[in-house]
């Protein structure tokens, strides 16, 4: 017993064992944790975590969600795709009730066929999201954020955003839930066009978004659940006032974003009228630096919220801190009515805040005259005799998608927060795209000789000096121990 325990004492007879036993550890650990399919998302920003909100709703499906990613599931020839790859395998993994299944379309050209419909067509890279016979197609284009800038020797845009757990998310809430609300913008009038970025966030959101000539109709559809007004080039037809007029007594909602101080049709104006409001005639000017955006002009306005304000939608964008920019605002009032009609403010201007009522004036200092602050620039209409209900924004540049990009998505939370509240739906749901992981460096040609020259001659070669090193000196003390 005592002859093996000196052998023990043996340094190389020691260190041997305890790689061994840091083997044997290793190997078990490895095999009773592997069932659990254990991970840990270590990044600051949680980028490879669900939020509570997903986890909540996919862990209590009560029918079979499949996810299927069009593209092979070693498919790196993106980096987003590593993302994107853990988000997909995360949902699989905490909801028992969703698979995932990967279909490159190069290998299963059927796949294309089958989830063909007559607005969407499969892509490879994108998804689809399928449940009791109704699908939900995302687009490789959806599942990402392109950036303004790209690579100047590239020409490649950067991308910005990840957002694949909103679109995913979102398409399980439609292929497992009722129709989705329809929502109808109004044309025919040289609208302000509605950015294809906003669209495809509130279709994400589980909204379907059309468009809609009423002249042309003649009606306003019976699947309507939301009219979307934006600023018009000329005026309305009184057959269209009419129509919407009768909407708005039947209970209807509505969500308009206009330029009032600059749109001043009297057909167009009498459809506000008849929900309680009209626009003030100015541009509103805001004094304290801040109350607008930096580096802008003072009609750049940031406005605030109402204090004490129990508003959901107030109330989420405070939550959230989300921020709301926007320029050449004009004020709404509230007028008398023997209607039961609430009109609450949302975002308000400062009381040192003005009105240019001279809408040519060449300067944009106050002078005698002009309507002083504060202003209401968006307002929540509630009817209760009713039921009609409308948020009104006095501006249409909180659509502009630059504006919403430089105040990180603030002007599209609340578009979508508002249109929730049109429809009674929570805004908990409001699940934020996540950051891209890559960091971009640029470098001249020198740079990278000199990066590739450390990284594939001198790094290794330190490495292999270190361990020559080590095993030349491990020897000698061998040596020494052995006479």
Known sequence: MIRILNKFKNRKIASRLACLIIILILAATNIVLTPFNLSF???????????????????????????????????????????????????????????????????????????????????????????????????????????????????????????????????????TGDNAPVIYHIVGHNETPVPTSLTERIEASNYEFRQLDLLMIGEIPSDTDLLFITTPGRDFAPLEKELIIEYIKNGGRIF?????????????????????ISFDNSLIVEQGANNHYPGMSPVTIIPGHPEFSTNEIVQHMIS????????????????????YIWIEPLLITSDDAYG????????????????????????????????????????????????????????????LSAINWTQDRENNLFILPRNAPDIYVFMNQTTQAVLVFVCLLIIPAVIFGTAASFVIRRRKISELQDD
């Not at 989300?322 to 209607?339: F, H, Q, R």
């Not at 009609?388 to 105040?407: P, Q, S």
């Open 356 to 415: 240019i009522t001279d809408l040519n004036a060449q300067i944009i200092d106050f002078v005698d005259g002009y309507l002083e602050g504060p202003f209401n620039v968006a307002v929540a209409i509630t009817n209760f005799d009713t039921g009609f209900r409308a948020i009104v924004i006095g501006t249409d540049t909180i659509l502009d998608e630059v504006l919403n990009a430089a105040i990180v998505g603030g002007n599209y939370e609340f578009i």
């Open 256 to 276: 308009a974003a206009v330029q009032g101080a600059f749109a001043k049709w009297q057909i167009f104006d009498e459809i506000f009228e008849a929900m309680g």
């Open 41 to 175: 998302d270590l990044t600051p920003e949680r980028r490879y975590t669900l939020s509570d909100q997903t986890i909540e709703i996919i862990q209590s499906l009560d029918q079979e969600v499949t996810i299927y990613a069009l593209f092979s599931e070693n498919m790196f020839h993106s980096s987003h795709y590593d993302t994107i790859n853990e988000l997909l395998a995360r949902y699989n993994r905490i909801a028992p009730k969703i698979s995932l299944e990967y279909r490159d379309p190069a290998i299963f050209p059927q796949i294309i066929e089958r989830f063909r419909s007559d607005s969407r067509l499969p892509e490879g890279g994108g998804i689809v999201v399928e449940s009791g016979g109704r699908f939900h197609v995302i687009s490789p284009a959806e599942l990402i954020v392109v950036d303004h800038m790209f690579d100047g020797e590239t020409f490649i845009p950067f991308i910005s955003e990840i957002t694949v757990e909103p679109q995913i998310t979102n398409a399980i809430l439609f292929v």
């Open 320 to 339: 959230r801190n989300a921020l709301t920019v926007m320029p050449n605002s004009t004020g709404i009032t509230a007028l008398e009515t023997d209607d």
